[in-house]
């Protein structure tokens, strides 16, 4: 089935916010960047989504693509679609997050990402695109959520 619209289309992206309390300390999982835009900067696991592939499906990938990782049970956080979010292209993109357990197995950073890590909440390199007002929301939920129990 073909379309045609009088109106461009944006680009959909996921981003996974995956955060682990280590040494009871609450660290999130960052991927350092291979290529530009924001090349050699840290960012959240997360990339395109293809056009035959769900949602989640396009998160659980490109979170094992970019760190190794899978099996993580993943909740959709928020949509982020503001205008210049992203320089090469108009780019909504749906945030992901989970908790790992502490135990998580080894990331191994792969795909498009140089480099995979923890990074206590409190200590966050300079991030690429909005990624610091994503983990920003997505830490206000977690707390949300531990406040509630």
């Not at 899978?70 to 292209?89: K, S, Y």
């Not at 780019?91 to 197995?105: F, H, N, Q, R």
Request: hydrophobic share 45%; glycine share 4%.
């Amino acid at each position: 089935m073909s379309h045609s619209y009088d109106y461009p289309h944006p680009a959909v992206t996921v981003d996974i916010i995956l955060f682990s309390f280590r040494n009871d300390t609450p660290h999130v999982l960052l991927v350092r960047r291979a290529q530009d835009p924001f090349k050699e900067k840290w960012a959240l696991p997360g990339g395109f989504v293809d056009i035959d592939e769900d949602l989640e499906q396009a998160a659980m990938r490109e979170l094992e693509e970019e760190t190794g990782l899978t099996g993580i049970p993943l909740q959709q956080l928020h949509t982020f679609g503001a205008v210049n979010r992203d320089p090469r292209e108009r780019v909504i993109s749906v945030a992901y997050m989970a908790v790992a357990p502490a135990e998580t197995p080894e990331i191994c950073a792969g795909s498009d990402a140089a480099e995979a890590g923890w990074f206590p909440l409190t200590e966050l390199p300079d991030l690429a695109f909005d990624h610091a007002e994503i983990i920003a929301l997505a830490k206000d939920r977690l707390q949300a959520r531990s406040v509630a129990r």
